[in-house]
């Protein structure tokens, strides 16, 4: 391993409670010991069933100590306490083995966390250049993968200690033949260093395989209506074959390279151990002394092939942990501040986006270039021009979605940045063409924008967003939407989203093409909901023509970039 990858290691060790690593270490030296004595129990009952015979051939200390234990507890004695050494073994090895699950569960609960609460606390022009899917495909299964690097590291550990334990032994009894085997471990787990880079070029393989899984499978079902409209359910079904079929090669390549690393130390350990006894017998070992080192050699084949394992795990874990170590640093480079305590104050006179300029990554021209417009408190303005002309932008200026990159977002003089900007963030209300509503009830969903909001609170909201059908309906607020609120129609679903945004009280409300999508008669509702709230908050319409833009107390026309004239909407070309 290399000094990196120890560094790793040590992170994710880091995420198990300092209690969980106290007993995760006891268990596995006791559990180490209690193999260790276990097997170096077979010198004093060799020596009981020999009747002291095959004592001359041990070295003096155990010459001694076994003629001193047959002689106090017999071999009756000897064998009840080799059994009670076992059992006790297999009672720490349970107790390690549920110690070792309860710190993997640990390292894949605080991993997950951390990487939802960064991406939840980073910056929206981080955010929005992200695709979702590697996020979604991180979080759920490879955050697993990488719980899975931890309990094979875990392991790992272990087979370090038991075979230094057991390595011990063996030299207590004949330290030349130790030696030789501990040398032919070390060799063959060196020779073994090919399969562990093949495991991780594997490991980045199946992120690749998995983050393109997720990625088609959330697109597929996103799209369904306009498949089933297109005919394509089978070529959908053939790239999502495609993808499976190829993270399962990616995951079967893992698999071979296991078994056939497996199947080649199994030999090669029966090799280091044939050689462990020719040394032996060469060397006139007593076979009270050669039977032991066999038992001990013998045991440490499987524990070299698990430390092999482990470590050709960990390596196959690498590239995910590498990719959660990545998004953790650049998501908390994107940090926003913490929310203020204070709320922001609503504005009085004006909000005013001065001297803004805005470039998005990949484009040449920037998205806004220096614009200034200022929105009278309480007004209403609609913002018009052809797509790209950066109407959006503008607007997620105004709601203080990112800061410009280069002029000021202020509030009445007060220019807003930092933890100030967040805060005004929370004074704005977004209603977009495609609404979201959560699979939950329409309480639930209202509940977004204020958790402690009360049923007259909502009933009024509703009201004010021409949104009384949802009290006509059999259960009324408790009334589950449906996944992404398809349970309603696009016009249902907008007005509830609406009087979401109106129970958080907006001191800004941007409706960026709120009701492009709708029929005439959703349309005049919404308008009627925007109608009553004019003079009451600060209001910014995104569209191109309808009711909306005809009752704005100014129509602002942007292309390019940069505001091309204010006025009346201009007629169609």
């Given at each position: 391993?290399?000094?990196?990858?120890?560094?790793?290691?040590?992170?994710?060790?880091?995420?198990?409670?300092?209690?969980q690593?106290?007993?995760?270490?006891?268990?596995?030296?006791?559990?180490?010991?209690?193999?260790?004595?276990?097997?170096?129990?077979?010198?004093?009952?060799?020596?009981?069933?020999?009747?002291?015979?095959?004592?001359?051939?041990?070295?003096?200390?155990?010459?001694?100590?076994?003629?001193?234990?047959?002689?106090?507890?017999?071999?009756?004695?000897?064998?009840?306490?080799?059994?009670?050494?076992?059992?006790?073994?297999?009672?720490?090895?349970?107790?390690?083995?549920?110690?070792?699950?309860?710190?993997?569960?640990?390292?894949?609960?605080?991993?997950?966390?951390?990487?939802?609460?960064?991406?939840?606390?980073?910056?929206?022009?981080?955010?929005?250049?992200?695709?979702?899917?590697?996020?979604?495909?991180?979080?759920?299964?490879?955050?697993?993968?990488?719980?899975?690097?931890i309990?094979?590291?875990?392991?790992?550990?272990?087979?370090?200690?038991?075979?230094?334990?057991?390595?011990?032994?063996?030299?207590?009894?004949?330290?030349?033949?130790?030696?030789?085997?501990?040398l032919?471990?070390?060799?063959?787990?060196?020779?073994?260093?090919?399969?562990?880079?093949?495991?991780?070029?594997l490991?980045?393989?199946?992120?690749?395989?998995?983050?393109?899984?997720?990625?088609?499978?959330?697109?597929?079902?996103?799209?369904?209506?306009?498949?089933?409209?297109?005919?394509?359910e089978?070529?959908?079904?053939?790239?999502?074959?495609?993808?499976?079929?190829?993270?399962?090669?990616?995951?079967?390549?893992?698999?071979?390279?296991?078994a056939?690393?497996?199947?080649?130390?199994?030999?090669?350990?029966?090799?280091?151990?044939?050689?462990v006894?020719?040394?032996?017998?060469?060397?006139?070992?007593?076979?009270?002394?050669?039977?032991?080192?066999?038992?001990?050699?013998?045991?440490?084949?499987?524990?070299?092939?698990?430390?092999?394992?482990?470590?050709?795990?960990?390596?196959?874990?690498?590239?995910?942990?590498?990719?959660?170590?990545?998004?953790?640093?650049?998501?908390?480079?994107?940090?926003?501040p913490?929310?203020?305590a204070?709320?922001?104050?609503?504005?009085?006179?004006?909000?005013?986006?001065?001297?803004?300029?805005?470039?998005?990554?990949?484009?040449?021209?920037?998205?806004?270039d220096?614009?200034?417009?200022?929105?009278?408190?309480?007004?209403?303005?609609?913002?018009?021009?052809?797509?790209?002309?950066?109407?959006?932008?503008?607007?997620?200026?105004?709601?203080?979605?990112?800061?410009?990159?280069?002029?000021?977002?202020?509030?009445?003089?007060?220019?807003?940045?930092?933890?100030?900007?967040?805060?005004?963030?929370?004074?704005?209300?977004?209603?977009?063409?495609?609404?979201?509503?959560?699979?939950?009830?329409?309480r639930?969903?209202?509940?977004?924008?204020?958790?402690?909001?009360?049923?007259?609170?909502?009933?009024r909201?509703?009201?004010?967003?021409?949104?009384?059908?949802?009290?006509?309906?059999?259960?009324?607020?408790?009334?589950?939407?449906?996944?992404?609120?398809?349970?309603?129609?696009?016009?249902?679903?907008?007005?509830?989203?609406?009087?979401?945004?109106?129970?958080?009280?907006?001191?800004?409300?941007?409706?960026?093409?709120?009701?492009?999508?709708?029929?005439?008669?959703?349309?005049?509702?919404?308008?009627r909901?925007?109608?009553?709230?004019?003079?009451q908050?600060?209001?910014?319409?995104?569209?191109?023509?309808?009711?909306?833009?005809?009752?704005?107390?100014?129509?602002?026309?942007?292309?390019?970039?940069?505001?091309?004239?204010?006025?009346?909407?201009?007629?169609?070309?």
């Open positions: 391993m290399t000094l990196s990858t120890i560094r790793r290691a040590a992170g994710l060790l880091r995420s198990i409670p300092p209690g690593i106290a007993l995760l270490s006891a268990l596995t030296l006791a559990s180490a010991l209690s193999e260790g004595v276990g097997l170096l129990m077979l010198v004093p009952m060799l020596s009981a069933l020999s009747a002291g015979e095959l004592a001359a051939g041990l070295p003096g200390w155990a010459a001694s100590a076994s003629a001193t234990l047959a002689q106090w507890m017999g071999l009756g004695g000897l064998l009840a306490l080799f059994v009670a050494l076992v059992a006790a073994r297999a009672v720490l090895n349970y107790r390690l083995a549920l110690a070792q699950t309860r710190s993997q569960y640990a390292v894949v609960d605080d991993w997950r966390d951390r990487i939802y609460r960064a991406l939840l606390s980073a910056g929206w022009r981080h955010l929005s250049a992200m695709r979702q899917s590697d996020n979604i495909s991180l979080l759920i299964q490879l955050v697993d993968t990488i719980g899975d690097g309990f094979r590291l875990l392991g790992l550990l272990t087979s370090v200690v038991t075979l230094g334990i057991v390595w011990l032994a063996a030299f207590a009894l004949s330290p030349v033949t130790a030696l030789v085997g501990a032919g471990g070390m060799a063959v787990l060196a020779l073994f260093s090919r399969f562990r880079r093949h495991a991780r070029g490991g980045s393989d199946v992120v690749r395989g998995i983050g393109a899984l997720q990625g088609e499978a959330q697109e597929t079902l996103g799209a369904l209506r306009l498949i089933k409209s297109h005919g394509q089978g070529g959908a079904a053939l790239r999502l074959s495609q993808n499976v079929g190829a993270l399962r090669r990616a995951q079967l390549a893992m698999i071979r390279t296991t056939g690393s497996r199947a080649l130390l199994l030999s090669a350990g029966a090799v280091a151990m044939a050689l006894v020719w040394v032996a017998f060469a060397r006139g070992v007593s076979l009270a002394v050669l039977l032991p080192l066999v038992a001990l050699f013998a045991r440490s084949v499987p524990l070299l092939d698990t430390l092999q394992s482990g470590l050709q795990h960990w390596s196959h874990a690498l590239p995910a942990i590498e990719r959660a170590e990545s998004l953790l640093a650049q998501a908390s480079a994107a940090r926003e913490d929310l203020p204070a709320p922001a104050p609503r504005p009085l006179h004006e909000i005013a986006v001065t001297d803004a300029t805005v470039r998005h990554a990949g484009r040449d021209s920037p998205a806004l220096d614009v200034t417009l200022v929105l009278p408190a309480g007004s209403m303005t609609a913002l018009v021009g052809p797509s790209g002309a950066g109407k959006s932008t503008l607007a997620d200026l105004f709601g203080a979605m990112f800061a410009p990159d280069a002029g000021t977002l202020s509030v009445d003089g007060m220019p807003l940045d930092g933890a100030a900007l967040v805060g005004w963030r929370r004074t704005s209300a977004y209603l977009h063409q495609e609404p979201v509503l959560f699979h939950t009830t329409i639930r969903n209202l509940q977004w924008a204020r958790s402690d909001a009360g049923e007259a609170e909502m009933k909201a509703l009201e004010r967003a021409s949104a009384g059908f949802v009290l006509e309906l059999p259960e009324g607020l408790d009334t589950v939407v449906g996944d992404a609120g398809r349970r309603l129609s696009g016009g249902e679903r907008q007005r509830i989203a609406l009087a979401r945004a109106l129970l958080g009280d907006p001191a800004l409300l941007i409706l960026d093409e709120a009701t492009s999508a709708l029929d005439a008669e959703n349309d005049a509702a919404i308008a909901a925007i109608a009553g709230l004019k003079g908050c600060t209001i910014l319409v995104i569209g191109h023509r309808g009711a909306l833009t005809d009752m704005a107390d100014r129509v602002v026309t942007l292309r390019n970039g940069r505001i091309a004239g204010e006025g009346a909407i201009p007629s169609a070309s």
